[in-house]
């Protein structure tokens, strides 16, 4: 009876007060949202830190080898016990996880040191089509001894099979072969199975052998990781990037010398946007031609971080720029301190964006949740889910929200008079014809960018991964054009002062008042006065 009555107390109170219920529902949903975000970042790290009975780099392929009765493996004849083996769905190459067929592995390398080989035998690595090729005579299969260092310095060819067990692992997409050099030709592998190679040790899982032909002799080589991408393609990114630099230094320099430009909030916005974005793009050339492992550690991370600061305020600033006009179409001015306090906020973001993405790389979240930037590259490793994390979504947030003033700031000029000749003290005519450039110019920022993003997804989910896609540099250049022609080419201003001071031919427009004549005094000028005085504003 007395549950009833609560009952029917609760129910008369969400009758009389429904305030309460619809809060009571918004609590849900932010409960919901708050379990949605707590599951996407734990349940992907759980997942892959599965409890196996040792890392992946431990552990061979036993699927092929004799199960006994009692759940063991023999192997290589290695009898591996049942809590040393697993069934696995993965593979793992480059340090990240790949999804394979089911199969299963046994931590061999706990119980006796193994080396690892790049192909199966009779095969070996083909360094122009990155693949294992056959080749029945020069087979790795032939080699039966390998020279093993030991701790005293000495060496002594030793049986493979008998001194190791033998992992045939990929181990990585891309891998250094330099035969002009001499140092790669020199190597020590000791008995755990460690490799040194230039004064650095190689875990098992870093380093794989095969035969390769030398001063024609075919002897078994280590193969190491490759991390610093070469050819066609990273020449033609840095190339097309290096021109986009240019012609966005050149328009900066052109706002900057003219005073109407660099005075106006829609100059000054675009002079911050562009130095931002150069300066960004200029740390990325850079890191695509600088090979890593010629980099300190710290270097390349600073490098790294310093260059996502630069490309993310680049793109908050196009927010104040859009602010500035939907304010200007509303009549509704923006003061300069109050922008000066914008642009102050914008670059607080920006660090504290860049400082976030950093705690995160320093964290113990799962690998395919950090940017990896400082890992295996300078920049963001296209192989993790970091990137859309941290560098596509808050660009299309930022992106979105420039996009929205920017629409606002559209429908806000219909609903002026159709007379209007001046909007809060700026010429209107011009004003207008900078905001359609202007949005011409953010909408294939955004077209741009919304590739590069469906690009990289669509990449992660085909498992095709790519660190420099020369597209990529033929977009910001096709960007920098862009910017060139409605930036700068269509920009009032910059036509009256190339035509006075180039060409000599100054044009008698209706843009010729300077931005220091108010609206008050354009309507004191007499119609006789020279057409120098004629209307015209600020932008």
Same mark, same amino acid.
């Given at each position: ?295 300190? /550690?710290?270097?390349?991370?600073? &490098?790294?971080? %310093?260059?996502? =600061?630069? +490309?993310?305020?680049?793109?908050? !600033?196009?927010? @104040? ?112 014809? /900078?905001?359609?450039?202007?949005? &011409?110019?953010? %909408?294939?920022? =955004?077209? +741009?960018?919304?590739?590069?993003? !469906?690009?990289? @997804? ?82």
């Amino acid at each position: 009876m007395e549950t009833q009555n609560r009952h029917a107390h609760y129910s008369a109170t969400l009758q009389s007060r429904k305030t309460p219920a619809i809060t009571t529902l918004r609590l849900s949903k932010s409960t919901a949202i708050s379990i949605v975000l707590f599951t996407f970042f734990t349940i992907p790290t759980t997942t892959c830190a599965k409890e196996y009975p040792c890392p992946y780099s431990q552990t061979v392929n036993i699927t092929d080898g004799l199960r006994l009765k009692d759940g063991s493996y023999s192997f290589e004849g290695l009898i591996i016990p049942a809590n040393l083996t697993a069934e696995y769905k993965i593979k793992i190459i480059d340090g990240i996880e790949y999804s394979a067929p089911k199969h299963w592995r046994g931590c061999a390398c706990l119980l006796k040191p193994c080396v690892t080989f790049c192909c199966a035998p009779k095969m070996h690595y083909d360094e122009k089509h990155h693949n294992c090729s056959l080749n029945e005579k020069d087979g790795h299969s032939q080699h039966t001894h390998i020279e093993v260092t030991f701790g005293n310095g000495t060496t002594s060819a030793l049986n493979i099979k008998d001194t190791f067990i033998v992992r045939y692992e990929f181990g990585c997409q891309n891998k250094i072969v330099e035969r002009k050099r001499n140092e790669f030709w020199k190597w020590d592998l000791f008995k755990n199975g460690t490799l040194k190679r230039d004064g650095r040790l190689y875990s098992t899982d870093e380093y794989c052998f095969t035969p390769l032909e030398n001063k024609k002799t075919w002897s078994l080589t280590p193969l190491t990781c490759e991390r610093f991408k070469k050819g066609f393609r990273v020449w033609i990114y840095a190339i097309c990037t290096s021109l986009a630099i240019i012609i966005n230094i050149g328009i900066i320099l052109m706002f900057i010398a003219i005073k109407d430009v660099r005075n106006s909030n829609y100059g000054e916005g675009l002079i911050f946007h562009l130095f931002s974005l150069t300066m960004g793009l200029c740390f990325l050339v850079y890191l695509h031609l600088k090979n890593p492992l010629n980099l300190s /550690h710290t270097a390349c991370r600073n &490098i790294g971080f %310093l260059a996502y =600061f630069f +490309i993310i305020v680049s793109f908050l !600033i196009l927010n @104040i720029i859009s602010g500035s006009f939907w304010a200007i179409f509303s009549l509704k001015p923006i003061k300069t301190w109050y922008l000066k306090v914008l642009y102050g906020l914008t670059f607080a973001v920006g660090l504290a964006l860049k400082y976030i993405v950093k705690a995160v790389q320093d964290s113990n979240t799962g690998r395919h949740l950090k940017p990896g930037i400082g890992e295996d590259f300078c920049w963001f490793d296209t192989r993790l889910w970091g990137i859309l994390l941290y560098f596509y979504i808050p660009i299309l947030i930022s992106m979105a929200a420039s996009m929205f003033c920017s629409a606002r700031a559209y429908f806000k000029i219909f609903q002026l008079p159709s007379d209007t000749q001046m909007v809060a003290g700026k010429d209107f005519k011009i004003t207008k014809t /900078h905001f359609i450039s202007y949005c &011409i110019y953010i %909408l294939v920022v =955004f077209s +741009i960018w919304m590739r590069e993003m !469906i690009v990289y @997804i669509t990449a992660r989910i085909r498992e095709h991964f790519f660190i420099i896609d020369f597209w990529s540099g033929i977009c910001v250049l096709s960007l920098a054009c862009v910017g060139f022609v409605f930036l700068l080419y269509k920009n009032k201003f910059v036509q009256k002062w190339w035509s006075e001071n180039v060409t000599g031919t100054a044009k008698n427009t209706e843009y010729d008042l300077t931005p220091d004549y108010s609206f008050l005094r354009v309507q004191n000028v007499k119609k006789s006065e020279p057409s120098d005085n004629a209307e015209n504003g600020t932008e």
